[in-house]
């Protein structure tokens, strides 16, 4: 079993920065991508951020410049750094993580997802 538990959500004024954790316990082989999606009320979930096992990264045009997605491999754990937020940034944020885990029939790679976390920025 993996869980992924996510942390740093909260409320913000605009202008200002957040930093949200998403950190991964468990049977786990090895950690793929990891990325950082968002779902504001009424609209569909969307990508902000991911990164490679390799460090590469690719952000949503909406944040690039304000937002930095990092991962420390050694506390299995992806962060997202959000500066300079705007109203429209509010949403709930959710990570994802693709993970091998090792099974009795080998390894396996699947698809996690993170409980959410709010972000509100207020005006």
């Known amino acids: 079993q993996v869980q992924l538990v996510e942390s740093g959500g909260g409320l913000v004024q605009a202008g200002g920065s957040l930093r949200l954790s998403c950190a991964a316990s468990?049977?786990?082989?090895?950690?793929?991508?990891m990325g950082w999606y968002r779902q504001a009320p009424g609209k569909q979930r969307e990508l902000v951020a991911a990164?490679?096992?390799?460090?590469?990264?690719n952000y949503a045009d909406s944040v690039k410049g304000r937002f930095t997605i990092s991962r420390d491999n050694a506390k299995n754990t992806v962060y997202l750094q959000m500066n300079s937020l705007k109203p429209e940034d509010t949403a709930v944020y959710y990570c994802?993580?693709?993970?091998?885990?090792?099974?009795?029939?080998?390894?396996?790679?699947?698809?996690?997802w993170g409980q959410g976390t709010q972000v509100t920025v207020s005006s």
């Open positions: 468990g049977n786990i082989f090895t950690i793929n991508a």
């Open positions: 994802n993580l693709t993970i091998t885990i090792a099974t009795m029939w080998g390894r396996r790679e699947y698809l996690y």
């Open positions: 990164i490679t096992s390799g460090g590469s990264t």
